[in-house]
């Protein structure tokens, strides 16, 4: 079975560029998240969706972060202006949900982004 | 919100040697993930652990879920080299959707 695929795997642009990256989910899968990771900040949790509805966006750090879920097995998530404390490893993430509880996020390989 | 207090931060061992890894959280979950990260990867899921009491093993990992359901643990035994990366507990609240995540482990294991 296909896992979360991600994409791109790496990109490098200037600051002031817009950046997307873009999100398959498990086929089936109810719940989306997506993640940054830096050395400073560990893993943040940045917005999740449930059934292509955000739910909870309280850790997309300022307005220039903006992301979407237009169907069931597509998600963007898009920095516009990019700046070079962008820059970080941005993961999705998806889960399953049961009636004993969700169940564990299966994670992408991540795009490592570059903002120079 | 709950935090999670995972320790320690990192771990330097020789192979072959046990390796043992804690999370603790101030509130309670109702269930509990242990993940590894390798180089380069997304992290991916080694254990979840449903109920208090839980003791679960898969190859040299065993985990459990504390009976006050504020923490658990994972133990590795007998370390190899391809154990390094980075460990995650997580927990989560039934039907919350989301999981919070400890700061991780970083595991390094000398040949």
């Known amino acids: 079975d296909a896992g979360v695929i991600q994409s791109p795997r790496h990109e490098v642009t200037e600051m002031g560029q817009e950046v997307t990256l873009r999100c398959k989910p498990i086929?089936?899968?109810?719940?989306l998240f997506w993640y940054r990771q830096t050395m400073m900040r560990g893993l943040e949790l940045l917005i999740y969706?449930?059934?292509?509805?955000?739910?909870?966006d309280s850790g997309m750090p300022e307005d220039r972060f903006s992301a979407k879920m237009p169907n069931a097995s597509f998600s963007t998530l898009k920095i516009q202006p990019s700046e070079p404390r962008d820059s970080a490893v941005y993961f999705c993430?998806?889960?399953?949900?049961?009636?004993?509880?969700?169940?564990?996020?299966?994670f992408g390989d991540g795009t490592r982004l570059s903002i120079l | 919100g709950q935090q999670l207090n995972q320790s320690p931060q990192s771990m330097f061992i020789q192979e072959g040697e046990d390796v043992s890894m804690n999370c603790t959280s101030s509130?309670?979950?109702?269930?509990w993930l242990w993940y590894k990260q390798d180089p380069g990867e997304g992290p991916v899921l080694l254990i979840a652990?449903?109920?208090?009491?839980e003791l679960t093993s898969n190859g040299r990992l065993t985990a459990q879920f504390g009976i006050t359901r504020k923490d658990s643990f994972l133990n590795i035994s007998a370390s190899i080299p391809s154990d390094v990366g980075i460990y995650f507990c997580?927990?989560?609240?039934?039907?919350?959707?989301?999981?919070?995540f400890g700061d991780g482990t970083t595991l390094t294991v000398k040949p």
């Open positions: 969706f449930n059934n292509n509805v955000p739910i909870d």
């Open positions: 086929s089936g899968h109810d719940y």
């Open positions: 993430a998806s889960s399953l949900a049961r009636d004993r509880g969700n169940q564990p996020q299966h």
């Open positions: 509130s309670i979950f109702n269930t």
């Open positions: 652990l449903y109920k208090a009491g």
């Open positions: 997580a927990g989560q609240l039934r039907y919350a959707g989301k999981s919070t």
